[in-house]
Every structure is written in structure tokens, then in C-alpha cells.
């Protein structure tokens, strides 16, 4: 069984930043493309980053391009996001996804285990 545990979450002003942590229990993390993902207040769940097995090649949403950066330890089965200049618009439950496969993309139904997800706030 697969189990995606996020961390990290938690209330920022606009401006800082915050890392989450996605811990992902099982033998095979390094076989599996990893991605984030976020719902915002009242909107649908959009795609944030996402990372290839070997953590060579990142993949973000437009919205994040060049304030978030994803990473991967593949001998801690970890993935992280570490979140800058935030804005409030970044407000949402971020949540961690294990790809059902090792394609590098954005596609949520094409990711098959999910966390629990996280708040992250960020005030004005």
C-alpha cells in the first residue's frame, strides 16, 4: 500500500516563503514521476510542479514558474516543494501525487495516489 504523508503547510505573509514536504512510503518512489498540486478557496484543484524519477528534469504551472521549485531524495522517498514569494493567491490545500507512471506531466488523472494535503495561507 502507498501512503503519501504532506507536511510543511502553514500561514505566511505575502512575500515569504514555506517548504512542503511529501513523505511516500513503498520500495518503488524512484520508479515514479512525483507532482503537486493545489485547490484554491472555491475553485478547482490545479497543477503546480512535478519532478521525473531521477529528479533531472522539473515540469511547473505557469502561476509558479519561477517562484517554486520542486526536488525529490529518492533515498528518503521524499518530495519537497519549496515555495517563494508567495502571494495570496497562492492560498490553497496543496497536495502530494504519485504518478502512475514515469511520464513527466500535469495531467491529475494520471496520477494514482494522493495525500491528505496541506494548507498553505498566505496573508496580504
Known amino acids: 500500500q502507498v501512503q503519501l504523508v504532506e507536511s510543511g503547510g502553514g500561514l505566511v505573509q505575502a512575500g515569504g516563503s514555506l517548504r512542503l514536504s511529501c513523505a511516500v512510503s513503498g520500495r518503488t518512489f524512484s520508479a515514479y514521476t512525483m507532482g503537486w498540486f493545489r485547490r484554491p478557496p472555491g475553485k478547482e484543484r490545479e497543477f503546480v510542479a512535478a519532478?521525473?524519477?531521477?529528479?533531472?528534469?522539473?515540469y511547473y504551472g505557469d502561476s509558479v514558474k519561477g517562484r517554486f521549485t520542486i526536488s525529490r531524495d529518492n533515498t528518503r522517498n521524499t518530495v519537497y516543494l519549496e515555495m517563494n514569494i508567495l502571494k495570496p493567491e497562492d492560498t490553497a490545500v496543496y497536495y502530494c501525487?504519485?504518478?502512475?507512471?514515469?511520464?513527466?506531466?500535469?495531467?491529475?488523472?494520471?496520477?494514482?495516489?494522493w495525500g491528505q494535503g496541506t494548507q498553505v495561507t498566505v496573508s496580504s
Open positions: 519532478i521525473s524519477v531521477n529528479g533531472g528534469t522539473t
Open positions: 501525487a504519485r504518478r502512475s507512471d514515469s511520464v513527466l506531466g500535469g495531467n491529475a488523472a494520471k496520477y494514482d495516489y
